[in-house]
């Protein structure tokens, strides 16, 4: 597996504990929802950047309180059907406002990246088949988009209301 | 009809792209079948009994002339030579190559259409009344906001890996003949007593092994909030819709199970803050954009009163029968709608040759604005003819033997491809629809029967709707054997129900007779000129039941 940022393949500075494993001293560390809930403080008071990981199940509404102090939120797709967390990653981004890197964890397939990228994921854990080339191709697929999303782009109907503005403006 | 501006026509052309990518990966063996697999549905492209099978989107059943002549070219270039009309106003062709379907799909781009989503756990294509902007008692052409649901759902990026498919239905008038309350979503158009256009929004209805009836979500959600009350409930079903079980995945389990008390409360909580956003209200501008392509023909002025077609009719006696049935009422004095069946005697029902389609479309060309609907009944239908036109409309249709004078009546059969053509089928619900027709054959006895929706499935997935026939079909299969188990009573309009199982399954040898035989006891029991759905109301399964298996 390798990590896509932001269209380039980066080293993960991450490290993902799981449950069992010793809390290290220093450096930056994601956890799970369950070992959040039950180290928060310490978890809090550490000085390096904390990420936390949701499985598909653990609904992003559990921690929109703690999003000011979290750096990451890792979502986990069990099946590359199991389009749960497309849901909480919107959410995420365009209810609760989250800023930090938003990293899709488990089985997503290169066709997805659009669908990834649209709805705030910045950051894949990948094949490591899947080249930035790849990953380019993929995202640009499509110019314009019918719906709006949590990425920046103008929907296709603000782009014909900007047309329409302009034919009425001559 | 709707037209693609520079945004539609580039989102097809890129999706041809992108599919011919897939396809030639795929072809190169770089994508496994399983990966595939996901790229294929959201293009209509399944894997068959013995062949892939394409399903070609017709949004809300509308087809223009020069598309028909495309479908029929399509067709005969890279199928053979036939089409078969579906219960969602689809198009599918049954034994296109995989390496064909990048150009196939050009060709549709061409004449502004496209596959997507025809598959899939996505956002399905939205289906509509076939009598759209010609129905007497309409309250808006349903198309209009149909076209802005299906842009809105294309390519979705939250809303394409839903728990399963997901399927809207819009109906504009009282009778209701989309099927809304069997969708998982049914907008019902109505009008407030201020007199302003709403919606009106069912939720959780469906068929397939837990037949159910929607509940209503929205009462009258205005026009503006439309898009952000769809994707309300949309988001509620991806965030809590079970994935744990294929059969369970449906947007009305998670209705049944949770309740409609709570799933309205869920809704409304996120509809609030949908709506708070903002950024999903549809603009004013852009409905009046979509309305002009559905603005009403330019009609001629004229009287309903054409004694020509009256006395053409007492000299045919199958233009007679065909008036009687295939003909319904029009808004504007002097037109009418022809429905045309594709269930003649004998033959699949909803299939039409290459052809035939030909046909179709140039009928449409002369006498119909260039304008052909599919019915989700498997039939098509000219939506806009003159009433002085219909002898030599229904002259033209006879001498390409489209002229079947059965819509509404028994023969008139919706029927899945069963075990024929798909891989999920248990029996063959296509050889049973041929022999029932040629049992009812006789078009006066047909008529004598009266309005009787038939319809037969070839597994519990019930794409022949079996669940909403007045009389139902099931095919199932026991221990290598094919039996059929029949249901009284359904309906899929505005009384939408499921029928009852009348009781035991009939063999393959005894199941036209079972038919037959309910029929008869109907005949018997209803009074005055009763249709079957009526008098099974009044009387209830029990009478059936009796005579029925008291014969065997």
Not at chain 2, 475 to 502: N, P, R, S
Not at chain 2, 528 to 552: C, M, N, S, W
Request: net charge negative; proline share 4%.
């Amino acid at each position: 597996m390798q990590l896509i940022k932001d269209g380039a393949i980066i080293a993960d500075e991450w490290t993902a504990l799981a449950d069992e494993d010793a809390l290290p001293a220093t450096g930056p560390v994601i956890v799970s929802l369950d070992r959040f809930k039950l180290e928060q403080n310490l978890l809090l008071a550490r000085k390096d950047k904390l990420g936390i990981r949701l499985k598909s199940g653990e609904a992003p509404e559990q921690i929109k309180d703690f999003l000011d102090r979290l750096a990451l939120v890792a979502l986990e797709f069990p099946a590359y059907r199991n389009g749960r967390a497309f849901s909480y990653a919107y959410l995420l981004r365009e209810r609760y406002g989250f800023k930090g890197e938003l990293r899709a964890v488990g089985a997503v397939l290169r066709d997805q990246f659009n669908y990834l990228a649209r709805v705030g994921f910045d950051a894949y854990e990948v094949r490591d088949n899947i080249t930035p080339e790849i990953f380019k191709l993929s995202v640009s697929a499509f110019e314009h988009d019918y719906q709006p999303s949590a990425d920046s782009k103008p929907a296709v109907l603000s782009l014909r209301q900007r047309r329409l503005a302009a034919q009425k403006a001559t | 009809m709707y037209r693609y501006d520079e945004f539609d026509q580039q989102l097809v052309n890129e999706r041809v792209a992108q599919f011919r990518d897939q396809v030639t990966r795929r072809l190169a063996g770089e994508l496994s079948e399983d990966e595939f697999k996901m790229s294929r549905l959201m293009n209509g492209v399944y894997l068959q009994l013995h062949s892939y099978m394409l399903r070609i989107a017709i949004p809300y059943g509308t087809l223009s002339s020069r598309q028909v002549h495309k479908l029929a070219d399509i067709t005969r270039k890279y199928d053979k030579g036939y089409g078969h009309f579906t219960t969602r106003q689809n198009l599918q062709l049954n034994w296109p190559a995989l390496k064909d379907i990048p150009d196939l799909l050009a060709e549709l781009a061409s004449v502004e259409m496209h596959c997507i989503q025809t598959s899939g756990n996505c956002i399905r294509n939205t289906t509509s009344d076939h009598h759209a902007g010609a129905a007497p008692d309409e309250l808006e052409d349903p198309r209009v906001i149909c076209e802005v649901i299906r842009q809105w759902s294309t390519f979705h990026p939250e809303f394409s890996f839903l728990p399963r498919k997901f399927k809207i239905a819009v109906s504009a008038t009282e009778h209701d003949r989309a099927a809304i309350r069997v969708h998982d979503i049914g907008i019902q158009i109505v009008k407030n007593a201020a007199g302003e256009i709403g919606y009106e929004v069912w939720a959780g209805g469906g068929l397939g092994r837990t037949p159910i009836i929607g509940k209503k979500v929205g009462d009258f959600v205005p026009r503006e909030d439309l898009l952000a009350f769809l994707e309300s409930v949309l988001r509620v079903y991806n965030m809590f819709g079970r994935r744990d079980n294929l059969y369970k995945s449906r947007i009305k389990i998670l209705v049944h199970e949770v309740g409609a008390d709570e799933i309205r409360r869920q809704v409304a909580a996120e509809f609030k803050e949908v709506k708070a956003r903002g950024t999903l209200q549809l603009p004013e501008e852009e409905v009046a954009r979509i309305r002009k392509y559905f603005a009403p023909p330019e009609f001629e002025t004229l009287s309903d009163d054409v004694p020509e077609i009256n006395a053409a009719a007492a000299k045919d006696k199958g233009f007679a029968d065909w008036l009687k049935s295939n003909i319904s009422a029009h808004k504007q004095p002097g037109y009418t709608i022809v429905n045309i069946s594709l269930k003649p005697v004998g033959l699949t029902p909803g299939d039409c040759s290459a052809d035939q389609m030909d046909v179709v479309a140039d009928i449409a060309e002369k006498y119909a604005f260039s304008e052909i609907r599919v019915a989700h009944e498997q039939n098509l239908c000219l939506a806009h003819v003159r009433r002085k036109d219909l002898y030599e409309v229904y002259t033209a249709l006879k001498a390409a033997d489209l002229g079947t004078p059965n819509i509404g009546l028994i023969t008139d059969q919706i029927a899945c491809p069963g075990l024929d053509y798909c891989n999920l089928a248990n029996a063959r619900s296509i050889a049973i629809a041929q022999r029932l027709s040629e049992r009812f054959q006789d078009i006066e006895f047909q008529q004598k029967i009266g309005r009787l929706h038939l319809n037969t499935s070839g597994c519990i997935n019930a794409c022949g709707h079996h669940h909403v026939g007045h009389i139902g079909i099931l095919g199932v299969d026991k221990k290598g054997v094919e039996y059929y188990q029949v249901t009284l009573g359904g309906a899929a309009d505005e009384t939408a129900a499921i029928g009852d199982i009348v009781g035991p399954a009939f063999t393959e040898g005894e199941i036209v007779d079972a038919i037959d035989t309910i029929v008869k006891i109907y005949l018997d029991l209803r009074q005055g000129d009763e249709i079957f759905i009526d008098t099974y109301r009044r009387v209830g399964v029990q009478p059936f039941k009796d005579k029925l298996y008291a014969a065997h």
